[in-house]
């Protein structure tokens, strides 16, 4: 009986000893599993290097070229048991005791050493790659070329730091091209800087700098000219276009580089008329019932007494028959007989009331302590108000919605 006790006694202890034993390592593999990724709903396998690269078949690879891959995101099987959100970069992940973790030398695969490892999905390349730059492909149609430049302005010692960059599609009325740019900071014609000529080329690199002295308060009423020419083999100068840039809409600081490209618009030879030209543009967009006119430049103004402050500025008014719907007017230019302005205007006109609508437009010159003076005008509208080349502008517009439709138009003298 006591042998039998005996015996009895072991076998339970031993059982006891299981039973702790498996209940611990239960309670680690619990304590294990709060220090690894938590699975997918979905059942997940651990994956092979071969089952990886199996998993690529040749129809796949033959249409990489025509869709771009996705690039599997794949979880270190070395941090399934170790604290991994307290690595820091200069610690390294200790190795796994592993076999297929050993680093080994020669050629590596993109999947050389991972398995055990979970695959958690995959990484699309195209979702994070910068926006493409299309300023030099798109090109609209019967473009002449498009240049590149960037503005600076310190404001301390008060000067405008212009850097000529590029260009790009020059059109050269010769076999080759030879340009060149003279940069004006208009109103003052007289003064112009001049790049170097780059022989033989229509995509000349410039890269150079030029400096232009201007106050605070002369800035925003500057405007910069770029005129783009060829040099042929005889050495005259042809003009292939120019570029105009209002600063009064950029906000220049220091340390603040505003980059910038237009494509060259021809230059207008013909000759001013008597009083002056100003150019325009008219949009009408039926849907909203707005009519938009852009107020762009005007050239060779009749400016009187020139020797004091002038200032010219222009007026835009809507008008139904004799009655006067609105008016609006851009700010004013100091002392420029070809001021630039580039202002926007927006009347609200239902389609119905272009028939007996028009707008006037007028150029006016202010002199200290003196009454405004109008230098010129024009009126664009119907069959009703106007004929020739600002009747044609009014057609153009309705036959084109939402499309501006530029053109310039001789000032006649007001009655």
Same mark, same amino acid.
Request: net charge neutral; hydrophobic share 35%; proline share 5%.
């Given at each position: #009986?006591?042998?039998?006790?005996?015996?009895?006694?072991?076998?339970?202890?031993?059982?006891?000893?299981? *039973?702790?034993?498996?209940?611990?390592?239960?309670?680690?593999?619990?304590?294990?599993? *709060?220090?690894?990724?938590? %699975?997918?709903?979905?059942?997940?396998?651990?994956?092979?290097?071969?089952?990886?690269?199996?998993?690529? /078949?040749?129809?796949?690879?033959?249409?990489?070229?025509?869709?771009?891959?996705? =690039?599997?995101?794949?979880?270190?099987?070395?941090?399934?048991?170790?604290?991994?959100?307290?690595?820091?970069?200069?610690?390294?992940?200790?190795?796994?005791?592993?076999?297929?973790?050993?680093?080994?030398? &020669?050629?590596?695969?993109?999947? !050389?050493?991972?398995?055990?490892?979970?695959?958690?999905?995959?990484?699309?390349?195209?979702?994070?790659?910068?926006?493409?730059?299309?300023?030099?492909?798109?090109?609209?149609?019967?473009?002449?070329?498009? *240049?590149? $430049?960037?503005?600076?302005?310190?404001?301390?010692?008060?000067?405008?730091?212009?850097?000529?960059?590029?260009?790009?599609?020059?059109?050269?009325?010769?076999?080759?091209?030879?340009?060149? =740019?003279?940069?004006?900071?208009?109103?003052?014609?007289?003064?112009? *800087?001049?790049?170097?000529?780059?022989?033989?080329?229509?995509?000349?690199?410039?890269?150079?700098?030029?400096?232009?002295?201007?106050?605070?308060?002369? /800035? /925003?009423? +500057?405007?910069?000219?770029?005129?783009?020419?060829? =040099?042929?083999?005889?050495? !005259?100068? !042809?003009?292939? &276009?120019?570029?105009?840039?209002?600063?009064?809409?950029?906000?220049?600081?220091?340390?603040?580089?505003?980059?910038?490209?237009?494509?060259?618009?021809?230059?207008?030879?013909?000759?001013?008329? %008597?009083?002056?030209?100003?150019?325009?543009?008219? +949009?009408?967009? #039926?849907?909203?019932?707005?009519?938009?006119?852009?107020?762009?430049?005007?050239? &060779?103004?009749?400016?009187?007494? %020139?020797?004091?402050?002038?200032?010219?500025?222009?007026?835009?008014?809507?008008?139904?028959?004799?009655?006067?719907?609105?008016?609006?007017?851009?700010?004013?230019?100091?002392?420029?007989?070809?001021?630039?302005?580039? %202002?926007?205007?927006?009347?609200?006109?239902?389609?119905?009331?272009?028939?007996?609508?028009?707008?006037?437009?007028?150029?006016?010159?202010?002199?200290?302590?003196?009454?405004? @003076?109008?230098?010129?005008?024009?009126?664009? &509208?119907?069959?009703?108000?106007?004929?020739?080349?600002?009747?044609?502008?009014?057609? #153009?517009?309705? $036959?084109?919605?939402?499309?501006?439709?530029? @053109?310039?138009?001789?000032?006649?003298?007001?009655?």
């Amino acid at each position: #009986e006591q042998v039998l006790t005996v015996a009895g006694g072991v076998i339970a202890g031993i059982l006891l000893f299981v *039973l702790i034993g498996i209940t611990a390592y239960l309670l680690w593999k619990k304590f294990c599993l *709060l220090y690894s990724y938590e %699975e997918l709903t979905s059942p997940v396998k651990t994956t092979s290097v071969n089952a990886i690269v199996q998993d690529q /078949l040749p129809s796949e690879i033959q249409q990489e070229s025509t869709r771009s891959k996705s =690039v599997p995101f794949i979880i270190p099987p070395t941090l399934h048991e170790q604290d991994w959100i307290n690595l820091t970069n200069e610690e390294q992940i200790q190795e796994d005791s592993n076999p297929c973790m050993i680093p080994q030398s &020669g050629p590596r695969s993109s999947f !050389h050493s991972l398995a055990g490892a979970y695959v958690v999905g995959t990484i699309n390349p195209e979702l994070y790659k910068f926006p493409e730059d299309k300023s030099e492909t798109d090109f609209p149609e019967g473009n002449i070329g498009r *240049l590149w $430049s960037s503005i600076e302005y310190k404001q301390a010692s008060e000067r405008l730091l212009v850097s000529l960059i590029k260009a790009r599609k020059l059109q050269s009325p010769a076999d080759s091209c030879s340009p060149f =740019v003279k940069i004006y900071l208009l109103p003052d014609e007289r003064c112009y *800087l001049q790049s170097k000529i780059k022989h033989k080329t229509l995509n000349p690199q410039f890269d150079e700098n030029f400096v232009f002295q201007v106050s605070s308060k002369m /800035l /925003l009423q +500057s405007t910069l000219k770029f005129l783009v020419y060829h =040099v042929d083999k005889q050495k !005259h100068h !042809h003009l292939l &276009g120019h570029v105009i840039f209002p600063l009064k809409n950029e906000t220049l600081t220091d340390d603040s580089k505003v980059v910038i490209w237009r494509d060259l618009e021809k230059e207008n030879l013909e000759t001013p008329s %008597e009083h002056g030209d100003i150019q325009f543009s008219l +949009s009408y967009n #039926e849907y909203l019932g707005r009519l938009t006119v852009v107020v762009l430049r005007a050239r &060779g103004l009749k400016l009187q007494d %020139e020797s004091r402050a002038v200032s010219v500025h222009v007026k835009v008014s809507l008008m139904n028959h004799t009655k006067l719907i609105r008016s609006k007017k851009t700010a004013a230019v100091l002392g420029s007989p070809n001021p630039v302005y580039n %202002e926007s205007f927006s009347f609200k006109a239902n389609q119905t009331e272009l028939d007996t609508a028009s707008l006037s437009i007028s150029v006016l010159q202010n002199i200290e302590q003196e009454k405004t @003076r109008v230098l010129g005008c024009v009126v664009v &509208g119907p069959f009703m108000y106007s004929r020739g080349k600002e009747l044609e502008h009014w057609n #153009e517009m309705i $036959s084109k919605p939402k499309e501006l439709v530029k @053109r310039w138009h001789p000032l006649c003298c007001s009655t």
